[in-house]
C-alpha cells in the first residue's frame, strides 16, 4: 500500500509539473506555423500551442502572429482549457479590435462560458457573463453567423437564467414562504428575456398553486386565465384548470391539451 502512494505521488508530481517551453531556435515563420497546424489537426492540442506561441514570440508583428492567437484561442477550447482560450481571446481582442478576425475571438470568448454553464441549483454566473458575451456578439457583428448562433444560444441562456428563478421558487414553496417564491415565479412571467422560455407555462400554474395558498382565489383564477389564453394546450393549464375546479372556481376555457402523471405536478425536491 505504501508502494502505491508513492508512486501515485510521483505520478501526481509530474501531472502538475509546468511543462518546458520550447527551447528558443530561429526558425522561418512559414515552418513554424505549418509545424503547429499539422500538430493541430493531428489533435496535439498541447504542442500545437506550443508552436503558436513561437511564431508569436518570434514574428510578433506578423500577419502569422495575429492567426496563431487565434489558432490557440481554437486549440484550448478544444482541449477543454477554457480560462487560456479566453485569455487568449482577450489578448487577440485587447491588439487588434478592428481586425476583421475578431468576431471570431468575441464569439469564443462567450462560447467558452457558455459551455461552462452548470446545473441551475448551482452559481449561475458563466450563465449571465456568456449572456453578456453573446448580446456583444450580436451588436457588434450583426448578419454574421457567429450573431445568428449567438442569438439561438442566447435563447438557451435565458432558458436556464429562468430555470434558476424556478428552482429557487420552488424552494421558497416547499419551505411554505409563498410571497418569496412568488415573487420568483413573476420575475419569470415579468421579464422579456424570460416570456420566450420553457419556465413561463409552469411559472403561471405556480402562482395559481401560491395564491390558493394565500386565500387569493381571484388572482388565482386571473392567473389561469392567463395561462389557459397563452397555453391552452400546455399540461400545466390542464392542471390549473383541475385544481381550481376542484376548489369550485372552475375557468370558462377548457384545457385543450391533458393532465400529465400525477406526479409531474409536484414540487420537484
Not at 92 to 97: A, G, M
Not at 124 to 148: D, H, I, M
Not at 158 to 184: H, S
Not at 195 to 211: C, F, G, I, K, M
Request: one cysteine or more; hydrophobic letters at 40%.
Amino acid at each position: 500500500m505504501l508502494v502505491i502512494a508513492v508512486v501515485s505521488a510521483g505520478v501526481t508530481a509530474c501531472a502538475n509539473r509546468p511543462r518546458p517551453r520550447l527551447a528558443y531556435e530561429e526558425r522561418p515563420v512559414e515552418l513554424l506555423y505549418t509545424t503547429a497546424y499539422d500538430r493541430l489537426e493531428r489533435g496535439r492540442w498541447r504542442d500545437a500551442i506550443d508552436y503558436f506561441q513561437e511564431v508569436e514570440r518570434q514574428h510578433p508583428y506578423s500577419e502569422w502572429s495575429r492567426h496563431a492567437i487565434l489558432m490557440q484561442v481554437y486549440a484550448h477550447y478544444q482541449g477543454g482549457n477554457y480560462a487560456e482560450a479566453i485569455s487568449a481571446s482577450d489578448r487577440f481582442i485587447q491588439l487588434f479590435p478592428g481586425n476583421p478576425s475578431a468576431v471570431y475571438a468575441f464569439y469564443m470568448r462567450a462560447v467558452c462560458l457558455f459551455e461552462q454553464i452548470v446545473d441551475v441549483g448551482r452559481d449561475q454566473g458563466n450563465a449571465e457573463q456568456a449572456l453578456l458575451g453573446l448580446r456583444e456578439v450580436v451588436r457588434r457583428f450583426p448578419g454574421t453567423p457567429y450573431a445568428s448562433d449567438a442569438l439561438v444560444k442566447i435563447d438557451m441562456v435565458n432558458d436556464q437564467l429562468a430555470g434558476k428563478e424556478m428552482n429557487i421558487g420552488r424552494y421558497y414553496q416547499r419551505a411554505d414562504q409563498p410571497l418569496a417564491a412568488m415573487n420568483r415565479y413573476r420575475v419569470v412571467i415579468d421579464n422579456p428575456d424570460f416570456q420566450r422560455t420553457s419556465h413561463v407555462p409552469e411559472a403561471l400554474y405556480r402562482l395559481v398553486e401560491v395564491n390558493l395558498m394565500l386565500g387569493l382565489e381571484d388572482e388565482a383564477t386571473r392567473n389561469a386565465a392567463v395561462l389557459g389564453f397563452n397555453y391552452p394546450g400546455s399540461p400545466w393549464y390542464a392542471e390549473a384548470y383541475a385544481l381550481l375546479t376542484e376548489q369550485g372556481n372552475r375557468p370558462d376555457q377548457a384545457p385543450e391539451g391533458r393532465r400529465e402523471n400525477w406526479i409531474q405536478r409536484l414540487i420537484p425536491g
